[in-house]
């Protein structure tokens, strides 16, 4: 891919890497977790985007911080149309530069189960940052029926990765039967969210579950209808 991998203990995301002969490069904010962040997606595809067993025309992206999966997914399908959902202000600029190589449509907005507008949290690890609905927000949220909508009523592969937020999309369960694919990490914040109650709600939206990876808290789960 054209760089040196010396470990994960030592590793720093590249400026720049190479796939399939061409050649992204990165813009990345001075965050360490990012690093990782770099051998999840790219390096490790802990989302599955190599191993799909059919190509997506149609790909969404919640919880894009700076993009780096939909710019995997742009490099893996060049064809396919992504739509990028980002709410921290703060990372467009990086949002931007990283994915006009792929063609992405970059939305300034946090995704919910109902439009309303949240309060965003980032604790300078954007990554780690929140967006949930509030009363006193003023981070605009669409629904998922809104985002589905836009992309021309259905879509083929959704990934989500919003910090816990998805618990409050999943309210709108119904949304989900446009969705053919979802690939996400999980978080288990609050009382009461389980991994078996995650999948519990996949399986009743008429999904069985490919892959769920538990760790502490959190793990990445695929679902496919």
């Known amino acids: 891919m054209g760089f040196l991998f010396m470990g994960t203990s030592k590793f720093r995301a590249p400026g720049s890497f190479i796939f399939k002969s061409r050649r992204y490069t990165l813009s990345l904010p001075s965050e360490p977790g990012l690093n990782y962040d770099f051998i999840n997606l790219i390096l490790d ?11 997506p025309k149609t790909i969404v992206d919640i919880g894009a911080n700076i993009g780096l999966f939909s ?81 021309g009523g259905h879509i083929d592969l959704l990934k989500l990765d919003c910090e816990g ?4 999309i999943l309210k709108d369960l119904d949304a989900f039967q446009d969705v053919t694919r979802i690939h996400m990490e999980y978080h288990l914040a609050e009382p009461g969210q389980t991994v078996e109650k995650l999948i519990a ?19 990445i789960a695929w679902f496919k209808r």
């Not at 985007?49 to 059919?54: P, S």
């Not at 980002?86 to 449509?105: D, F």
């Not at 709600?201 to 793990?219: E, K, M, P, T, Y």
């Open 45 to 55: 595809d802990e989302y599955g985007i190599e191993k799909l067993d059919a190509k």
């Open 71 to 151: 710019l995997w997914a742009g490099a893996c399908f060049p064809k396919a149309i992504i739509h990028s959902y980002e709410p921290n202000a703060r990372l467009h600029p990086y949002l931007v530069t990283n994915l006009k190589q792929v063609g992405a449509k970059i939305f300034a907005e946090g995704v919910g189960s109902r439009a309303c507008y949240g309060e965003l949290v980032d604790p300078g690890e954007s990554r780690l940052g929140t967006c949930h609905p509030s009363e006193s927000g003023d981070i605009p949220l669409v629904s998922l029926r809104t985002v589905i909508a836009r992309m």
């Open 201 to 219: 709600i996949f399986r009743h939206a008429g999904f069985q579950s490919i892959l769920v990876d538990q760790n502490q808290g959190f793990g």
């Open 165 to 168: 937020a998805e618990w409050d």
